[in-house]
């Protein structure tokens, strides 16, 4: 018997699971509490280790007559193309012949908290509106305008605090296997990826939206080749942390990423296309915003990962709670 913290135990029982740190292992779990007590958040581990299972299944059993399949996939060992389309008789192998491009470099960990605001889709068209009548030119996309939106409300939490060292910035990973010249193929493995820097003007809230616009269309041919000769590191990034060394700023980054537009509905790994997909329930980083679209309804669900103590106000904050839907997943 388990103890998970979460005011219930659970009783597991694992048959034909193969133990080791490169092989596929089945757990077939009975689950002895009732299904509402699911529904608090739990507090899941996370585990990145080389060690971990390369592809984990479980499959759950309640009270009731329902069984819930799980799978996880680590992202360096997917191929979701089979599972898209069941009669493809061809295989895509990553290619490893760029691992060398960007070396892997010590990225900053924090402790956050998880939060999964749902945006429904009136919502966001009336931001969108919102944001188009202050400036007709401007025009978001749908992640363009939750991103102004949130990176306001995140401002406001940081109003009481002390900015006067502090340097915030929006961060958006840009994709640059397309972008270098000559294009990286689609499965080249590794995070190919550059972040988009916008420095806004804090006082001016659609300024986020020019910024970057700006900082993506200038990922170019030019850019990666500037960014490779700097070690990996952008212009932009590199001066940040030079001014941080030297004690000049404290710079604060804020994240944007989103799976708005992939597939990840259609994958059908044999018990059929999902319900619900979201995305890791804990993080080791923070000021972290990852947008997945819902199944049905052209609503957007934002995973926040914050610092507790901005998680807090987050929570609490009115225009935020004005503009969130029920978080039910209606499963």
């Not at 007590?37 to 739990?42: G, K, M, Y």
Request: aromatic share 8%.
């Amino acid at each position: 018997k388990q103890d998970i913290n979460n005011g219930w135990n659970q009783a597991s029982s694992s048959k034909n699971c193969i133990h080791g740190t490169n092989q596929a292992i089945f757990t077939n779990t009975t689950q002895t509490p009732p299904l509402p007590a699911l529904l608090p958040r739990p507090t899941l581990p996370l585990r990145r280790h080389a060690s971990s299972p390369l592809l984990p299944q479980q499959q759950l059993h309640y009270q009731y007559p329902n069984v819930q399949p799980s799978q996880a996939i680590p992202v360096q060992n997917s191929d979701p193309s089979i599972a898209r389309d069941p009669s493809s008789t061809t295989t895509s192998f990553p290619k490893f012949d760029f691992a060398g491009i960007f070396p892997p470099i010590n990225l900053p960990v924090g402790s956050g908290s998880v939060a999964r605001p749902v945006f429904s889709a009136s919502t966001i068209a009336h931001l969108k509106a919102r944001y188009t009548e202050e400036e007709s030119s401007l025009r978001p996309t749908r992640i363009e305008a939750l991103s102004a939106f949130i990176w306001t409300r995140f401002l406001k939490i940081n109003d009481k605090k002390n900015k006067n060292k502090k340097m915030f910035t929006v961060c958006h990973p840009v994709n640059l296997r397309s972008r270098m010249d000559p294009p990286l193929p689609e499965n080249a493995f590794g995070n190919l990826f550059t972040s988009a820097i916008a420095v806004p003007d804090l006082d001016d809230q659609l300024q986020i939206l020019r910024k970057m616009r700006e900082g993506t269309r200038a990922v170019d041919g030019d850019a990666v080749r500037k960014q490779l000769q700097q070690g990996g590191r952008g212009s932009v990034v590199s001066s940040l942390k030079e001014k941080e060394v030297k004690g000049e700023v404290e710079w604060v980054p804020f994240v944007f990423t989103s799976l708005c537009r992939m597939p990840i509905y259609e994958a059908d790994f044999g018990w059929g296309k999902p319900l619900w997909v979201g995305v890791s329930a804990e993080s080791s980083f923070v000021n972290v915003v990852t947008f997945v679209d819902r199944k049905e309804g052209g609503g957007i669900e934002a995973w926040v990962n914050l610092k507790e103590e901005d998680m807090a106000e987050f929570e609490a904050d009115q225009e935020i709670a004005a503009h969130v839907s029920p978080t039910a997943l209606n499963l």
